[in-house]
């Protein structure tokens, strides 16, 4: 359960310590609504209903974060981007912004400010974090400078201005690093004790290491700084697999460093070589749903003794989960990383 000292063993391990007791987390949000009773549609719009089954998904199955990712929409509705999703789909933008330098300034007009379900993200935020206190790390979320871009103008579009108008790139980039940095830190005013720094579309499967560094690296470490003079600890994914990048990004500048389930997460320890905590990497697919008891028991145990107890690692899944995972297999991953943690 829910215990004082989840947030000194978590930033032990950022330390690259040796943490007292694993913490242990799961990207499970779609899976929690779904056991909680909820309805996608009504969990990512009710503050209540947010907080309601973020607290009870930890109270049932025992994770040491509330985990409020919710979707990659939230804080783009508000700046015109079409957002399309219904009952249990997620959310996901389907119009964008088109890549005029009206709509540049536009952005700039509207600048930051909580609207829509950013609110309710806060609200939920608030409620959980009064609930638990410092029990449980209380994670929100926000989009890196890269990925924002591609959020707000399409992932397409983005793609061949970085070759046609890498200025306006440059200069959306640092509207949204702005932007962002002031989401994340009124989450950490509302209580989180980390931000999720979602940054997927600056991952090696759709940009180069070389584009990274020029485009996405630098926005999203001072980001990251932003939060961490705050006190916020930062969880950066790009569900990146692929060595090179994984090198780059271990000098992000971020607190935890999760990596996609591609990747054995033994390599990318060698990788990071001591630079940055890990976070991973059990894959939601064929261990977490599709898996059995004894498929995940086996995976678990082998990642708390390869990595976890060499310190400079939390427990977690390299994705988010399936709504429908099996509960078994959540029950199996949490309780053998508590026991083999001990064993």
């Known amino acids: ?40 549609d009504r969990y990512n719009r009710d503050a209540d209903e947010m907080a309601r089954v973020q607290i009870e998904a930890v109270e049932r199955f025992d994770y040491d974060w509330a985990w409020l990712q919710v979707d990659d929409c939230i804080e783009f ?25 009206d709509a540049m300034a536009r952005l700039r007009e509207h600048g930051y400010r909580v609207e829509g379900r950013m609110g309710v993200l806060l609200d939920a935020i608030s409620a959980v974090k009064a609930h638990f206190g410092g029990r449980v790390c209380v994670t929100g979320r926000t989009a890196a400078p890269f990925s924002s871009v591609t ?28 932007y962002q940095s002031r989401f994340g830190l009124d989450q950490i005013a509302a209580g989180a004790d980390a931000l999720w720094l979602g940054d997927c579309n600056a991952s090696g499967h759709l940009i180069s290491p070389a584009a990274y560094r020029e485009f996405a690296m630098a926005p999203a470490r001072r980001v990251s700084r932003a939060y961490q003079e705050q006190g916020g600890i930062v969880l ?58 004894e498929d ?7 990642i ?7 310190g400079g690692h939390v427990m977690n899944s390299g994705e988010m989960i399936p709504r429908d995972t099996p509960e078994a297999n959540i029950r199996t991953f949490v309780e053998t990383a508590r026991r083999a943690w001990h064993g």
């Open 1 to 40: 359960m829910a215990y004082p000292s989840v947030l000194d063993d978590v930033r032990d391990a950022v330390a690259m310590r040796i943490p007292k007791r694993l913490p242990v987390f799961l990207c499970s949000e779609e899976f929690d609504v779904r056991v909680c009773g909820s309805r996608y």
């Open 77 to 101: 509705e508000p700046l015109g981007i079409g957002v399309k999703g219904e009952g249990d789909i997620l959310p996901a933008t389907c119009s964008y912004l088109p890549a005029t330098d």
């Open 151 to 178: 959020l707000a103008f399409g992932i397409n579009e983005t793609l061949m201005l970085l070759y046609e108008r890498p200025d306006f790139i440059l200069e959306a980039m640092k509207f949204f690093e702005e």
């Open 236 to 293: 950066y994914h790009a569900s990146e697999e692929l060595p090179p990048m994984i090198d780059l990004q271990a000098d992000a500048g971020v607190s935890i460093l999760s990596v996609g389930p591609g990747v054995e997460i033994e390599k990318a320890r060698g990788l990071v070589n001591g630079r940055v905590c890990l976070s991973g990497n059990v894959n939601p697919l064929a261990v977490l749903e599709r898996g059995t008891p």
């Open 296 to 302: 995940v028991q086996a995976e678990v145990e082998r």
């Open 304 to 310: 708390v003794r390869n990595v976890s107890k060499r």
